[in-house]
């Protein structure tokens, strides 16, 4: 399950932070999440497909390690709106 390049060329102009920015934590986390929701879509018509659950449990491993770095190193406020924008307060 990939991102389309339209919806990820989208998300890396919303959340990049230069014009080159393309590998930034909100620009990953913004990523993972898109992933994440596909996963979760796929998951609720194919319930028994756990290949794909264990992508998804890992994904959503690798987004929580992403957003502590982020609060670790970023401003807390910066931290704060991404994960609402994100709906994930």
């Not at 932070?17 to 979760?40: C, F, H, M, R, W």
């Not at 998804?56 to 709106?81: D, N, Q």
Request: aromatic share 2%.
């Amino acid at each position: 399950m990939a991102i389309a390049k339209e919806t990820k060329s989208e998300i890396i102009n919303k959340y990049k932070q230069s014009d080159s920015d393309t590998g930034s934590a909100p620009v990953q986390i913004a990523l993972l999440t898109e992933k994440i929701n596909e996963l979760t879509e796929h998951l609720k018509t194919h319930k028994r497909d756990k290949h794909s659950r264990r992508g998804l449990i890992s994904l959503v491993g690798k987004r929580r390690k992403m957003i502590k770095y982020m609060e670790r190193t970023a401003e807390p406020k910066e931290t704060v709106k991404l994960l609402k924008e994100l709906g994930l307060d």
